[in-house]
């Protein structure tokens, strides 16, 4: 009943009981040509009763006032587009698309928000996040924060076959790097190494030459072959 209240009834004479559906008219306070609809600005809304009419009355119309909030930020309300990032030492910033949708019509644009990424540069899954904050002279208020993922830079690296003749210093190793690459700046400290010493009887020893890496650098996802 938008709070309307009815004074100067007769007996048990209600507004029910006379039928009464009274009309609203919602007038922007700010701009008296505006009618308030689902989705519009935060304001004060004067709210204008009528449209009564009974046998035994007449009636009189004061005006009251509804007042239209900022509507919280909800973190449903955005979704982050982290497909295809892969670490490379830089930030990643990620798009960020917001919807508020009132009777298919779309409200929140990206003027009502600001975005702040953090922690967006090393790999990891839901480690990343960017934080939506409402701008102070919009429709919303309030910040969430979305969490996203940046996936680990692949690479393979191949060890070569390596000989030695019987009872002598192990011949040098050597490996390669047969997909993907290392970012400038990083080291993942490769290293060929073998199990076989100087000594071992002479014969062909499978899968002997390896590559060893810093495992710790969870940036990479390292195949070793």
Do not use: C, H, W
């Not at 009355?57 to 309300?77: C, D, H, R």
């Not at 508020?100 to 644009?109: G, M, P, R, S, Y």
């Not at 009872?167 to 050597?174: F, G, H, M, P, V």
């Not at 490769?190 to 495992?215: C, H, M, P």
């Amino acid at each position: 009943d938008n709070g309307v209240t009815y004074k100067g009834f007769i007996g048990n004479d209600t507004a029910e009981s006379l039928g009464l559906t009274p009309v609203y008219n919602y007038t922007y306070a700010a701009d008296a040509g505006s009618s308030y609809t689902p989705g519009s600005p935060v304001g004060t809304y004067r709210i204008v009763p009528g449209g009564l009419t009974a046998k035994d009355y007449s009636f009189t119309y004061i005006q009251g006032n509804m007042t239209v909030s900022k509507k919280p930020l909800a973190e449903s309300m955005f979704t982050v587009s982290d497909d295809g990032l892969i670490y490379d030492r830089t930030e990643k910033k990620p798009s960020v698309t917001g919807k508020d949708i009132v009777q298919t019509a779309e409200l929140l644009k990206t003027s009502d928000y600001t975005l702040a990424y953090s922690n967006n540069i090393k790999a990891g899954t839901g480690t990343a996040s960017v934080t939506v904050t409402a701008v102070s002279a919009g429709n919303y208020s309030g910040s969430v924060t979305k969490k996203f993922s940046i996936a680990q830079r692949g690479v393979t690296v191949t060890a070569a076959p390596a000989q030695s003749a019987y009872n002598e210093d192990i011949a040098a190793l050597e490996y390669s790097m047969t997909a993907g690459d290392i970012v400038k700046g990083d080291d993942l400290r490769l290293e060929a190494k073998t199990s076989v010493r100087k000594g071992y009887a002479a014969g062909t020893y499978a899968k002997a030459v390896t590559v060893g890496y810093d495992s710790g650098n969870t940036d990479y996802a390292v195949t070793v072959i």
